[in-house]
């Protein structure tokens, strides 16, 4: 008679779960006091009182404004907000790109010996600590700021998104500018090239697609905040939207959210072909 084979008996636990059960519980023990001190009740939602008055107001959504004279108003505040977040963009990357060039270390021909000169390496530190004061400031605190400064306005929201994103842009510039290959770069710098020869022939050429996927997501990025910036008098879509919902009209408001969704549709094509176009 033929010996049966025999069969691998399969683990009965999985041998990781201790490893798993341990950050799980560590995850909630240091969420969970997070979560005290922001008050985070979502039970509240379902309370018998809670959920009505949003369901009233959501309720009027349905069906969105869609007459002429609403949809031409609409337009007009799109292409205002689509204005200011362009306009406000372009004064960051003014603003930017020639930090970024301050602040990348493959860019410093004393730090082609290994360590920095003091003038480059403390210049180096002031830009990135500037960068750091820009970008911490929320735009929403530079336009109020500005709105008292120039007043009521585009412009307020122009310099507020201007200042934000310049502290931003030029973070995230200088990071994907050095984690590239530098060899191309110092090999510029080592037989006589300038510094934006170096940048334009060395890290640019490799780095643009990324670059320019990043610029177009902050445009998109930078068009939200123009529509929030509206609620504190910056102007564009933000401002009609706070009018109509102070006015509880929530087809207005349905509206302009769906414009909202076909702009942050429309950048991401956007950026799809460029990145395409540049590979």
Not at 37 to 58: D, R, S
Not at 88 to 101: F, K, Q, W, Y
Not at 127 to 139: A, C, F
Request: with cysteine; glycine share 8%; aromatic share 8%.
């Amino acid at each position: 008679m033929a010996a049966v084979p025999s069969r691998t008996t399969p683990a009965e636990r999985d041998p990781a779960w201790a490893h798993r059960v341990f950050w799980l519980l560590a995850a909630a023990v240091v969420l969970w006091p997070m979560l005290v001190l922001t008050e985070f009740k979502p039970w509240l939602l379902l309370a018998p009182g809670g959920m009505e008055p949003a369901l009233q107001f959501l309720a009027g959504f349905v069906p969105p404004r869609m007459d002429a004279e609403f949809l031409a108003l609409v337009a007009r505040e799109t292409w205002r907000t689509v204005a200011i977040a362009t306009a406000g963009l372009t004064l960051a990357m003014v603003l930017a790109v020639p930090l970024t060039l301050l602040s990348v270390r493959s860019l410093s021909i004393s730090g082609l010996a290994g360590r920095m000169a003091a003038l480059p390496a403390v210049l180096r530190f002031s830009v990135r600590g500037l960068l750091i004061v820009l970008r911490s400031v929320p735009e929403l605190i530079w336009a109020l700021v500005f709105v008292r400064v120039v007043g009521l306005g585009v412009t307020a929201g122009v310099l507020a998104i201007a200042l934000t994103y310049a502290g931003m842009l030029g973070k995230v510039y200088g990071e994907i500018l050095e984690s590239g290959d530098a060899h191309p770069t110092e090999t510029l710098l080592r037989n006589g090239a300038g510094r934006i020869q170096a940048f334009f022939y060395g890290l640019l050429p490799q780095n643009a697609a990324e670059l320019t996927s990043y610029t177009v997501y902050r445009w998109e990025c930078a068009i939200r905040s123009s529509a929030v910036l509206g609620f504190v008098g910056a102007g564009g879509l933000g401002q009609q939207m706070d009018a109509s919902m102070k006015m509880f009209n929530g087809a207005e408001v349905s509206t302009m959210l769906l414009v909202f969704v076909l702009l942050v549709a429309a950048t991401d094509r956007l950026s799809a072909w460029l990145r395409r176009a540049l590979a």
